[in-house]
């Protein structure tokens, strides 16, 4: 159980995948939440207003609708109520579409996140949280990535907007002493997956009776992580972090693309068809999370393993498409 006495924790980002998630959890140990979101079309917005619905019915939690970069927006939410942390959770995603628009990446995501920043020392907030990402490891050929690894040359401009975020993050730590807390996500899948996902793209192809895109050969490898285990990882590094501290957050198991299209089609008791297509650019060939850190510093300690972890998200498709 993490401090609920010194004001509430501002999750931005709040109706996506993990911050809704993150909100629920919040909630559930008695925390107050203030949630901000601009329901971005990047997906369907009307999904994300339903990732929110069971916490608007709470007395806990309130929803703000505005941008990140909106510093007098920022301004006016942290002076309304005592905020005693910061878990920047909003940002643009994927890989792919940040090689179509770079500029709009780094302008939500590096000018967004130094605006939060500016925000939270402006208003006396000692204490942010932040989402980086396994991208930032680019092609890194030794595995697994422990967070000592250099991390100097991202392969999309996705990976370079997290690399500079954790950089700005270190400069306010220095300048201002704000504790920045870095969480490198691996992977992650479960309820809630964005639908453009592998995973929930997957499941809904191969129900459909379609085939999955396979890009490459099949054999790149991912540390899937599910969500429990994630904000599990995000709750203890908000009780536990200290200071200016990136860390992995992983299952730290790696499966191949072919066995994770095998197992999806297995869970849903039809075949498995694949369409195989050219190596995408800003793709790498793997990503395995080293959680010594997180394990040794957080008591992190991942649980569902990617078996399972399907096995629930599939039975949540089925729930959600009858």
Known sequence: MGDTTGGAVLVTGAAGFIGSH????????????????????FYDPAIKRENLAGA?????????EGDIRDRALLDRVLGEEP?????????????????????????????????ILEAAVAAGVGRVLYASSSSVYGGNEKVPFSEDDPVDHPVS?????????????????????????GLRFFTVYGPRQRPEMAI???????????PVPVFGDGTSRRDYTYIDDIIDGVLAALDRARGYRVYNLGESATTALLDLVRMIAEELGVEPRMEFRPFQPGDVPITFAD?????AELGYDPRVPVREGIRRFVAWFRERNG
């Open 22 to 41: 993150l909100v629920d959890r919040l909630l559930a140990r008695g925390e107050r939440v203030v949630g901000l979101d601009n329901f971005d079309s």
């Open 200 to 210: 929930h793209k997957f499941t809904r192809l191969l129900a459909e009776g379609k």
């Open 157 to 181: 401009p996705y990976a370079a907007t997290k690399k500079a975020c954790e950089l700005i993050a270190h400069a306010f730590h220095h300048v201002h002493g704000i504790e920045a807390i």
């Open 83 to 115: 905020v005693r942390a910061i878990v920047h959770l909003a940002a643009r995603a994927g890989v792919r579409p940040s090689v179509e628009q770079p500029e709009l990446y780094a302008d939500v995501n590096v000018r967004g996140t130094t605006v």
């Open 291 to 295: 959680v010594s850190r997180a394990r």
């Open 56 to 64: 608007l019915r709470q007395g806990g939690f309130r929803l703000v």
